[in-house]
């Protein structure tokens, strides 16, 4: 079946740095890539669509100078969290559709200190 | 935009007993809603899904029906076995001018207790 692979599983960060996550889709093409946030015990929020060369589509109080992304090919889509701060400690998640469902990564615990 | 409510928060059963959980859309122009199971730290699993042409489908012990004019979508779980306590969350499609995305229900959290 359809798998996308994210990568880190789990990064540690000083607040102020930026970092990268990383989702490829390793056996179809990703046209659109959808990447959400979750909290501990709460749902997955949708953050922001990305087309494959266009800029994304953020969701309403997502702020797209600080998560910004990029989806340069049709099989890799990054989200980088640019000044990240304490607050933005969470489970990042990014999913694909592949023929008729979703597929999701399998996440990256932000931890930022 | 399209919001997704789900019920209960959580659930507490019997393992053989049976669980229900439940929820509602608010865009009529939903079209696929997917339920996912959940485990600590891990990505969400495709259960079960059903699209808007359907009203139930089942595969073995969890069914899914679909009441289109009412707006709203229920899991069953039968015979209840503890593997089976996790977090589920209930989805509805929504499409934007980007794609079409899933938007979560709050989830609920099914505890089986054996």
């Known amino acids: 079946g359809a798998v996308v692979s994210q990568h880190p599983s789990r990064v540690i960060c000083k607040s102020g740095t930026s970092v990268k996550i990383e989702c490829r889709s390793l056996?179809?093409?990703?046209?659109?890539m959808f990447w959400y946030r979750q909290f501990p015990k709460q749902s997955l929020m949708l953050m922001a669509t990305?087309?494959?060369?266009?800029?994304?589509?953020?969701e309403q109080g997502v702020e797209k100078d600080k998560f910004l992304i990029n989806h340069a090919s049709l099989t890799l889509s990054t989200l980088t969290v640019t000044s990240a701060h304490p607050e933005d400690s969470s489970f990042y998640i990014c999913?694909?559709?592949?023929?008729?469902?979703?597929?999701f990564g399998s996440g990256t615990r932000l931890t930022v200190v | 935009g399209e919001n997704v409510e789900q019920h209960p928060s959580t659930l507490s059963v019997q393992e053989g007993d049976s669980a229900v959980i439940k929820c509602t859309y608010s865009?009529?122009?939903?079209?696929?809603f997917p339920w996912y199971k959940q485990e600590l730290g891990k990505r969400p699993q495709l259960i079960i899904d059903?699209?808007?042409?359907?009203g139930e489908k089942k595969d073995q012990r969890i069914a899914v029906t679909l009441n289109k004019t009412a707006k709203h979508f229920s899991l069953h779980i039968t015979e209840t076995q503890p593997e089976d306590s996790a977090v589920y969350f209930c989805?509805?499609?929504?499409?934007?001018?980007?794609?079409?995305?899933?938007?979560f229900g709050k989830g609920t959290t099914l505890s089986v207790s054996s």
């Open positions: 056996d179809f093409q990703a046209t659109t």
């Open positions: 989805a509805a499609s929504k499409r934007n001018q980007a794609g079409t995305a899933l938007i």
């Open positions: 999913s694909a559709r592949a023929s008729m469902s979703y597929t």
């Open positions: 059903i699209r808007s042409n359907v």
């Open positions: 990305s087309n494959e060369g266009s800029k994304a589509t953020y």
């Open positions: 865009d009529s122009a939903s079209n696929y």
